[in-house]
């Protein structure tokens, strides 16, 4: 069992940036692959990022890469999203998710994922 805790949300301008944080509890943070996920309102979930468990792999979505950087701290438990040059279409409610890194994971793919924060809200206005 992997209990996710997202922080660092908030009001930003356009340009502007933030960080935000998944505190993972439980066992072997470090067998588990991690990503971050985002949903505006009326729209479906979606992918934004995602890193191996070792760190060694990223993906990005193409409307966030170069502007985010994922990470990942296993000594902390914990995952990190950079957010940079924001834009007004990034608010959301942005999700971190953890799932058990085995064979060709999907990192895209929501159903890969066993588990889920309760999300942290982003809203990108001037």
């Known amino acids: 069992q992997v209990q996710l805790v997202e922080s660092g949300g908030g009001l930003v301008q356009p340009g502007g940036s933030l960080r935000l944080s998944c505190a993972a509890s439980g066992r072997r943070f470090s067998s588990y692959a991690m990503g971050w996920f985002r949903q505006a309102p009326g729209k479906e979930r979606e992918f934004v990022s995602g890193?191996?468990?070792?760190?060694?792999?990223?993906y990005y979505a193409d409307s966030v890469k170069g502007r985010f950087t994922i990470s990942r701290d296993n000594a902390k438990n914990t995952v990190y999203l950079q957010m940079n040059s924001l834009k007004p279409e990034d608010t959301a409610v942005y999700y971190c998710?953890?799932?058990?890194?085995?064979?060709?994971?999907?990192?895209?793919?929501?159903?890969?994922?066993?588990?889920w924060g309760q999300g942290t809200q982003v809203t990108v206005s001037s």
């Open positions: 890193i191996s468990m070792t760190g060694g792999s990223t």
């Open positions: 998710a953890a799932g058990k890194q085995s064979g060709s994971f999907q990192f895209p793919s929501r159903r890969e994922y066993d588990y």
